[in-house]
């Protein structure tokens, strides 16, 4: 390849600042203060979420309100597996066992219509809650588990890493002729099926993909808990977080859940912290409300809207 | 046999609830297509309106005539503030769908907060009709038996509203397709809208027939919305008769189960609703 026919200015924008801010983060608990790699391990944490519910849901438009379900997943496989194997093959098996229950799921709801498949993945949370509540307290006389825990570097690390590969897997997919596949299905399902997509697999293996993730999050963060029991770990609010995170930052392309993430974490932070405790869920509830009434494409589509208008690109007027 | 008279009979009894409230589900997701996630949070806050004003003295019937419009303007004012802004704006119905949903859980975080820094989080519970009586052989509570009679009556009730009145032919072409009855000269947001206060004055009602009977608490919104849900999927998404029907099926169901394991109500409604997807997504009563 000739060196003139790259275009460096391109590649040094779309490769540069991704690898700034990798090395960046790479450092980041050696230079940062403690109570800041804390706040970045969350950062990490709801980035990972966020990026993996916009593989399937963004690109798709099936809403899946299951986070919770397959984050609670990671958390138990930590419970009962941590002490006996390594953490890095208790993240396999939280993810694994999330790919398996995202997949039975995805079988039974995704040939239907999107409104369904919303339904069951939301009462999935309560469902697994009830479930476990009742298999501990009846079946076996206990409440919860205990859990290894690790120093708050490793945790970073392993989150760190788990973020990278769903970034990378997600970019890939993206590009790739799965990734036309679900834009595809996203704009039209019907059109897609006829030009030879075979719909219902696809979307059920991506489900799949992005619970993955989420179930290997789970088991990162399960060992900063020390004790676990159903309550805490089928928390409804995973599930709307990823949602909520990626909508308000935009679903169009990765960077809009990712600064959605960061953005709303530190909200989150600072409201959860504050004085206004109390009011944390009412706030949350306010702003869902309000991103979708007011800013259906996100915080991104808006600054893209904005950029156009200060460079004064003319558009053909559209209603709607 | 008598046992399972008895469980068979408070099944029914329950299940009229469950009708009632399942039925305002029905009607926001049939005909406005908003799939209101919040709405055993409106029940709650109509189980709650009731509590409030029976403690002042109103005898708990009564204040379902208070509760049935407040609730109703509450619903109706959402929906043409909130709702109606979603639908203009989305890019086509399946979005508009989603986004609603969503919109839908964002009311419910709010209507709960809002109960929970009112009222607190513990359970409330009065007396009212407490006397038993014997059906069949089996005794229930009087109040029971009243709050299923209210719920099924109410039901009839809009059924034959939606059958032969005006307005009701105006909402039966808006839930058959919405732009065409727009089109015929149906005011389309009003007759939503309409719809929309319809479900939540019912979601109200239910909540008051509630708290005739049961002790009732700000956070007990989300196992209703649940119950609705699997419902509403029984009966057929957004057909009314098929709620009515599916609510005393899986009131049934459900104390059946309670009896046999309690931990397990909402595991057998979920398998219910497996074995729905997989064998008849449309529903008993759907087209």
Redesign the interface.
């Known amino acids: 390849m000739n060196l003139k026919e790259i275009n460096w200015k391109k590649y040094s924008l779309t490769g540069g600042i991704p690898l700034l801010i990798v090395i960046f983060l790479g450092i980041w608990p050696y230079i940062g203060p403690t109570y800041y790699v804390t706040l970045f391990t969350y950062f990490l944490l709801y980035v990972t979420m966020a990026i993996a519910w916009t593989i399937f849901s963004g690109t798709t438009?099936?809403?899946s309100?299951a986070s919770a379900a397959f984050y609670g997943l990671g958390i138990y496989a930590a419970a009962l597996f941590g002490e006996k194997m390594p953490l890095i093959f208790v993240i396999f098996i939280g993810g694994a066992a999330s790919f398996v229950l995202a997949f039975i799921v995805g079988s039974?709801?995704l040939r239907?219509r999107?409104?369904?498949f919303?339904?069951?993945t939301?009462?999935l949370v309560?469902?697994f809650k009830?479930?476990l509540?009742?298999w501990e307290?009846?079946v076996k006389n206990i409440r919860g588990y205990f859990v290894v825990i690790e120093t708050n570097n490793t945790i970073y690390y392993y989150l760190f890493g788990i973020c990278v590969v769903t970034v990378i897997i997600a970019y890939l997919l993206k590009r790739s002729k799965y990734g036309l596949a679900l834009q595809g299905i996203g704009e039209n399902e019907e059109a897609a099926a006829h030009t030879g997509i075979n719909v219902t697999m696809v979307k059920i293996l991506t489900f799949a993909l992005s619970s993955f993730f989420m179930g290997a999050c789970g088991v990162v963060m399960a060992t900063k808990m020390t004790y676990i029991d159903p309550q805490i770990a089928f928390n409804p609010l995973m599930s709307?977080n990823p949602?909520?995170m990626s909508?308000f930052g935009g679903i169009g392309n990765l960077y809009g859940p990712a600064v959605g993430a960061v953005l709303f974490t530190y909200i989150q932070e600072k409201l959860m912290t504050g004085s206004l405790k109390?009011?944390y869920?009412?706030i949350?509830?306010?702003?869902?409300?309000a991103t979708?009434?007011f800013l259906?494409n996100g915080l991104m589509g808006l600054i893209q809207n904005v950029w156009k208008r200060i460079k004064g690109v003319k558009r053909a007027p559209t209603t709607? | 046999m008598q046992q399972f008279l008895n469980i068979f009979i408070g099944g029914l009894l329950i299940g009229g609830i469950y009708s009632l409230v399942s039925m305002g589900m029905s009607l926001q997701?049939g005909v406005a297509k908003v799939?209101n996630?919040a709405h055993g949070e409106f029940m709650m806050f109509g189980a709650f309106l009731t509590f409030w004003l029976q403690q002042n003295g109103v005898n708990p019937l009564v204040t379902m005539l208070v509760v049935a419009p407040v609730m109703f303007i509450i619903g109706f004012i959402l929906y043409r503030t909130?709702f109606q802004?979603?639908r203009t704006?989305?890019?086509n119905p399946?979005?508009f769908?989603?986004?609603a949903?969503?919109?839908a859980?964002?009311?419910?975080?709010?209507v709960?907060?809002?109960a929970v820094?009112i009222w607190g989080s513990t359970p409330r519970t009065y007396t009212f009709l407490g006397k038993s009586m014997s059906i069949a052989g089996a005794l229930f509570n009087e109040n029971r038996i009243i709050a299923a009679l209210f719920a099924v009556a109410i039901g009839a009730a809009f059924y034959l509203f939606l059958n032969s009145t005006r307005t009701g032919k105006a909402i039966r072409a808006a839930a058959q397709d919405t732009t065409t009855a727009g089109l015929m000269g149906v005011n389309i947001n009003f007759v939503l809208a309409l719809c929309f206060g319809f479900g939540a004055a019912m979601a109200g009602v239910a909540g008051s027939l509630i708290s005739i009977c049961y002790s009732i608490y700000t956070t007990m919104g989300?196992g209703y919305t649940?119950i609705a849900?699997?419902v509403v999927?029984l009966g057929g998404?957004g057909s009314i008769p098929g709620s009515f029907i599916g609510g005393f099926i899986l009131g049934v169901l459900g104390s059946v189960v309670a009896y046999w394991?309690p931990?397990?109500v909402?595991?057998s409604y979920?398998v219910i609703?497996?074995i729905l997807?997989?064998l008849r997504?449309k529903g008993i009563m759907g087209k």
Do not use: C, D, H, K
Not at chain 1, 284 to 289: R, S
Not at chain 2, 105 to 110: K, R, S, V
């Open positions: 438009g099936y809403i309100l039974i709801t239907l999107g409104i369904y919303a339904m069951f939301f009462g309560v469902l009830e479930v509540l009742y307290i009846t709307f949602a909520l909508i109390n009011y869920m009412l949350f509830g306010a702003i869902l409300v979708i009434l259906p709607g | 997701y799939f996630a909130v802004g979603i704006r989305a890019a399946g979005v769908e989603s986004n949903m969503l919109a859980f964002g009311f419910y975080f709010i709960q907060n809002i820094r989300l649940v849900i699997v999927t998404l394991q931990g397990l909402v595991a979920y609703f497996i997807m997989l997504p």
